[in-house]
């Protein structure tokens, strides 16, 4: 994680897109999460056409997300798995688990909810940081 360069954030982000792909189809926890969401059979119809919009905008977001992650990875000296696991996880407990749980603290949000995102996010930024370390 000492160097940033543009190929494994690339693919760290390609990878948290397929564990999205994955996580939220409707064999896992997209029917689950679709109902739990308030997702429409005509949402899930206007998203289909903004797609392309929609891929790439989470592409980049993903780089993004991959880029912080080697940063703090360079900063803490990560180098190999074990320290990218760890990483990964404190980035989860300090960052996404707290912010998302004002979705059911102040939107109401079912918490079965909280935990198919937040987990989602967990094993998301996991494999993104031992993409980034290998």
Known sequence: ???VTFFPILIASIA???IGFVWY????FGSVWTRLSGVT?????SGKRRMPAVLLVALLAGMLTAYVI???GAAWFVIDVVGA?????????????PVMLGH???????????L???LYWLVAMIVMAIVLVL
Request: glycine share 2%; proline share 7%; net charge negative.
């Open 25 to 28: 189809s409707p064999h896992v």
């Open 1 to 3: 994680m000492l160097d």
């Open 70 to 72: 080697n940063y703090f």
């Open 116 to 118: 198919i995102n937040t």
């Open 16 to 18: 948290n897109m397929i």
């Open 104 to 114: 059911v603290l102040w939107e109401q949000k079912p918490f079965t909810l909280y």
């Open 41 to 45: 059979p005509e949402m899930v119809e």
């Open 85 to 97: 696991v760890e990483l990964a996880f404190w980035i989860w407990v300090g960052f996404v688990a």
